[in-house]
């Protein structure tokens, strides 16, 4: 079955306790990308990938950081969480930049 | 960054009633997008959009690409309860086709 897949799904951390929510699809996607999803803000994209070792920043990329080593696999990491970034998190991925995208279930994450 | 203003916020509606919201943004658009988002799941993508005054439908719903670039609407006929949840327009601007911008959303609510 075609999926983009995220673990965790649900986090509860502490500020400043680094930490890494993993993102894989199945479909040889090139283009792959992080969104947070806030309250009357809609998805805001945070990094995006159009391949292996070719990321570049969305429009909230500030405490993230992400890399792309293997086509299927897309970890975002908070090397220093803060409150602020208490949000639902979506990965997604397409099979060309510009297309329609296929979304991930979302992570859950409390920084407190 | 670039706004993409969506209306309306909500609606409540009747079922069998037809639905219609709106998406505006600033910048010219190289792309409209629209997904349904149901409670704790992903945006799902109902229609994407690639050309100035395309009018593309998926079942009961049509969508178009505004003839300025810079707008789209999303109808939905003969609403069903299923047809509840969160609303998004989405897209990419002639400027950097990698990176997605979201509108904040419309809840519909329908009342059987």
């Known amino acids: 079955e075609a999926q983009v897949t995220q673990n965790p799904r649900y986090l509860i951390t502490v500020t400043g306790k680094k930490l890494t929510v993993t993102c894989s699809q199945n479909?040889?996607?090139?283009?792959m990308s992080w969104y947070r999803q806030d309250p009357g803000l809609g998805l805001r994209q945070i990094y995006y990938?159009?391949?292996?070792?070719?990321?570049d920043k969305g429009d909230v990329p500030e405490g993230y950081k992400v890399s792309r080593k293997e086509k299927r696999n897309f970890p975002l990491i908070l090397e220093s969480p803060s409150p602020n970034q208490t949000s639902l998190y979506f990965c997604?991925?397409?099979?060309?930049?510009?297309?329609?995208?296929?979304f991930g279930p979302g992570t859950r994450l409390t920084v407190l | 960054g670039q706004q993409l203003n969506q209306s309306p916020q909500s609606m409540f509606i009747q079922e069998g009633e037809d639905v219609s919201m709106n998406c505006t943004s600033s910048s010219i658009f190289n792309t409209w997008l629209w997904y349904k988002q149901d409670p704790g799941e992903g945006p799902v993508l109902l229609i994407a959009?690639?050309?100035?005054?395309e009018l593309t439908s998926n079942g009961r719903l049509t969508a178009q690409f505004g003839i300025t670039r810079k707008d789209s609407f999303l109808n939905i006929s003969a609403s069903i309860p299923s047809d509840v949840g969160i609303y998004f327009c989405?897209?990419?601007?002639?400027?950097?086709?990698?990176?997605?911008?979201f509108g904040s959303g419309t809840k519909l609510n329908v009342k059987p």
């Open positions: 479909m040889n996607h090139e283009y």
């Open positions: 997604a991925s397409s099979s060309e930049t510009g297309l329609g995208q296929y």
């Open positions: 990938s159009m391949n292996v070792e070719v990321t």
């Open positions: 989405a897209g990419h601007t002639i400027y950097n086709f990698n990176k997605f911008y």
């Open positions: 959009l690639y050309k100035a005054g």
